[in-house]
Structures are given as structure tokens and as C-alpha cells.
């Protein structure tokens, strides 16, 4: 990414020229959208929590809804993704759609959103606080197959474990995104040497690194913005931006999501 991109998981194999931060998108200009780079083809059985987040302009309402972010199922009835994707649209404008592989999938259960629920304190400017939640107009019928609501942690990911992201993101930054869902493996970097890769006062409590350092390759990209970083099959980040892709200086960055448990708990009902 050539400035902070809100990272739309694109697992990128090849390494990208060093740039600024956002929130990863389907390109530098904003739109959130990416693929996986360095990552593997997988399928939505391996992944059932993640969803499909399809929008359309709320000016343009002949138009088809589009893959936009990705997010995971939290309950029957509600998503998580990130605040950066949802950010200044109402819920009209989303299809949540669960049960596939496929980026233009139509073989999944699609869904309308009903209220989307941002962070109150969430700061565009930074991405702090980038986490949201969709409450859905109606039940999600999952089945422990192809639809299953992620588990959330109870304890904050360590220095050095493995993370797996998933996503329909780009493959490299400001590439093409994949039709197939993509997963990567990365190790999860502290976010004190996080945040001596970005300068120092970029990395607060509220985010999640990971990534190869001094090798790169491995990332999330535009596109898999919003989309599941999980450990041990644990929801710990929701993607959320970084420098590029898959650099070996700069990791990507997410919302931690242990750090954001008690507002989750506060505005939906978990089992």
C-alpha cells in the first residue's frame, strides 16, 4: 500500500514497495477491498465463520452488491468486522453473505443488514477503536459446516504465535483479488517492536500485529479489511491496515479484539 491501507485480506506472495499506512482496500484510493498475499487457496468448511460483506452506493441502487470488506459470524444474528469498512454508509447498502467460498458467490445464504453498531470511539485518522458490529434482519442458519459463529478469546494472543488470516483480499498490493477464499499463516509481533517498525506512537492497546519481520510475503491486503486473524481457532484480530502488503519491515496491523471484550459483551447477547 502506498499510504496506511485498511487491510482487505490480499495473502501477497510477492513483496510491494515501501509506502504509507491505511486501512487495506482494493486500491490506495480508499475503497476497501484485497486479497491474501502469500497464502494459500482454501474453502469455506476449513473457515465457516468468515462472511462475504457486499455493498453498493447508496446513489446507485440498480447496481449489484459487491464484495467490499470481510467480517466473521459472531452469533446467529450479528457479524464483526471493522469500523473502517462501514464508516459513513447505512445498513441498506450491505448483503452479509455466509456459506461460500467464492468472492461473487451466490451459493451462500445472503442476508440484509439491519443496524450497523461502529465503535463510538473510532478514529479514521489512526484506526483506532476499527471494529463494528452488523446486527442482521435475520438469522443466519448455521450448521457447524459451512456457517459457524467464531469463538472469542479469553486470553490475549502471545509474542510469536501463529495466526491464520483468511480472506478474498488482494494477492499483492494494489493487485487483483481472488475469487477463491485465501489464508494466511503469520506469527503474531509484540506490539512494542510493532511499533518501532512504524516509528514509534502508532500501535495503541486497542490493535494486533502480525507478520514475517525481515522476510515479509506473508500478509493480509486490500480487500480483507474486516475480515478473522485467529489463534488456536480464536477470533484475536479483525483486519484492519498496515504499510503496503507483506513487507519485511512493517507487519500488518489489527483490531485486537481481547482488548475490545467488554464492548462487544455490552451491545450483543452471547451464548
Not at 490480499?10 to 477491498?33: I, K, W, Y
Not at 473510532?122 to 438469522?139: E, G, K, V
Not at 457447524?144 to 499483492?172: C, H, K, Q, Y
Request: charged share 15%; aromatic share 6%.
Amino acid at each position: 500500500m502506498a499510504h496506511v491501507v485498511p487491510l482487505l485480506l490480499g495473502l501477497c506472495l510477492a513483496l510491494v514497495s515501501l509506502a504509507g499506512a491505511l486501512p487495506l482496500q482494493d486500491s490506495d484510493s480508499g475503497s476497501p477491498n484485497g486479497r491474501i498475499v502469500g497464502g494459500y487457496e482454501t474453502n469455506i468448511a476449513v473457515y465457516p465463520h468468515q462472511i462475504s460483506l457486499r455493498r453498493k452506493g447508496i446513489t446507485t441502487p440498480k447496481n449489484a452488491f459487491t464484495h467490499t470488506c470481510g467480517g466473521s459470524i459472531l452469533t446467529k444474528d450479528t457479524v464483526i468486522t471493522a469500523a473502517h469498512c462501514i464508516i459513513a454508509t447505512v445498513a441498506s447498502q450491505y448483503k452479509v453473505v455466509a456459506g461460500t467460498s467464492r468472492r461473487n458467490g451466490s451459493d451462500g445464504i445472503i442476508v440484509s443488514v439491519d443496524e450497523i453498531v461502529m465503535h463510538e470511539n473510532y478514529d479514521p485518522d489512526n484506526y483506532d477503536n476499527d471494529i463494528a458490529l452488523l446486527r442482521l434482519s435475520s438469522p443466519l442458519p448455521l450448521n457447524n459446516f459451512t456457517m459457524r459463529a467464531i469463538e472469542l478469546p479469553t486470553e490475549p494472543a502471545s509474542d510469536g504465535a501463529i495466526s491464520t488470516v483468511s480472506g478474498w483480499g488482494t494477492i499483492a498490493s494494489g493487485g487483483s483479488p481472488s475469487d477463491q477464499l485465501r489464508a494466511v499463516d503469520v506469527p503474531i509481533v509484540s506490539n512494542e517492536v510493532c511499533d518501532e517498525d512504524y516509528g514509534g506512537g502508532r500501535i495503541t492497546a486497542g490493535m494486533l500485529c502480525a507478520g514475517v519481520r525481515g522476510q515479509g510475503g506473508k500478509d493480509a491486503c486490500q480487500g480483507d479489511s474486516g475480515g478473522p486473524l485467529i489463534v488456536k481457532n480464536k477470533l484475536q484480530g479483525i483486519v484492519s491496515w498496515g504499510r503496503s502488503c507483506a513487507l519485511p519491515t512493517h507487519p500488518g496491523v489489527y483490531t485486537n479484539v481481547f482488548h475490545y471484550l467488554d464492548w462487544i459483551k455490552s451491545k450483543v447477547q452471547l451464548a
